[in-house]
């Protein structure tokens, strides 16, 4: 077997940690015990610790030896930097961003990094952007599904889609608050269920419409949660672009499903062959990323790797989604 490399995976950082306490407004942090934190948005818990590895890197490395994982990419989840005042926003970027690439230089081939951004000060974010790149190392750059409710596809954002381009930096999208969340909480469904794979699939899709993707045809997009729910609805997206888009006054040269077979991967987060199967069908062993989740509840670093296997594909295919795509995309030695 070839290096395996997890794609999405979450480290929190102390120091942010502390932070997110302090606060009473969204969004925080609350303790439930020594060991174990909650954080809220908007008054809705949005993410869980409940394992050291969340924040300790020596504790992940032995569940990562456990789990047969040698590299992960490592990424804030929410809730990220954008959710607080700019200024503030600005400065807890800088310091994400340094304190990854500390725990990547501690440990090198080990951890590499996305670059966590203020995406409310674009301009702030490219400076950071550029700062990241030349004088970090990062290898991608995380960016959320929603940046308070704005579409990641307005154009205030092409900025950051040019310089990833040039760059040759992945895109990992990942779900921020759902746009969904007031709906899902009237209906007492946690926002985990399909909330945050609906506003991925949101905001990929609309990169698609918007001719983002057409736009910077070298950019790459990793799209979290097995593609969120575009394997299951590709032929309706085709369908809905062919029926409705000439009234909307949208133009692309291929059909959205073109676009998304060559400029996206999906890490292969499920853990249920039938939808895995489906997304393979769809893009292929060479555009699946393996992905774990680690170290949230839904996550499953410990049988990752099984059930890549169990899509009983030839060891060159699954060598392909265990680590190999990873390498050829984000350009690792």
Not at 19 to 25: D, H, M, P, S, V
Not at 79 to 84: A, G, Q, T, Y
Not at 301 to 315: F, H, M, T
Request: charge should be negative; include cysteine.
């Amino acid at each position: 077997m070839s290096r395996t490399i997890d794609v999405h995976n979450h480290l929190y950082p102390k120091e942010w940690m502390d932070f997110l306490e302090q606060r009473r407004e969204s969004p925080r942090m609350v303790k439930t015990s020594p060991t174990s934190m909650v954080f809220y948005c908007e008054g809705v818990a949005v993410a869980h610790v409940d394992r050291a590895g969340h924040y300790d890197p020596e504790a992940r490395i032995k569940d990562m030896d456990e789990a047969g994982i040698d590299t992960q990419m490592l990424s804030l989840t929410i809730p990220s930097v954008e959710l607080i005042d700019a200024d503030e926003g600005i400065i807890w970027a800088r310091r994400v961003n340094d304190y990854f690439a500390e725990v990547c230089q501690k440990y090198p081939s080990r951890f590499y990094a996305y670059a966590t951004l203020a995406y409310q000060d674009v301009g702030a974010a490219m400076k950071e952007l550029d700062r990241a790149y030349k004088a970090l190392g990062v290898k991608g750059i995380t960016l959320f599904s929603n940046i308070n409710g704005k579409p990641v596809s307005s154009p205030e954002f092409l900025p950051i889609y040019a310089k990833a381009e040039e760059y040759d930096l992945p895109i990992f999208i990942h779900p921020a608050v759902p746009l969904t969340m007031e709906i899902m909480n009237k209906h007492r469904i946690h926002v985990g269920l399909y909330g945050y794979t609906l506003d991925t699939t949101i905001a990929v899709v609309s990169l698609i419409w918007q001719g983002i993707l057409e736009k910077y045809p070298k950019l790459k997009i990793i799209h979290s949660h097995l593609g969120g729910m575009v394997p299951y609805l590709v032929q309706r997206m085709d369908d809905c672009w062919r029926s409705f888009s000439e009234e909307m006054g949208l133009k692309l040269a291929k059909k959205p499903s073109e676009y998304y077979q060559s400029q996206v991967y999906p890490d292969s987060i499920s853990y249920f062959l039938p939808a895995m199967r489906c997304c393979l069908d769809l893009v292929g062993p060479s555009h699946i990323c393996l992905g774990t989740d680690y170290a949230h509840r839904i996550g499953n670093l410990e049988n990752a790797i099984d059930w890549v296997r169990k899509l009983g594909l030839s060891e060159e295919d699954t060598d392909k989604i265990l680590g190999g795509n990873a390498v050829r995309i984000f350009k690792l030695e």
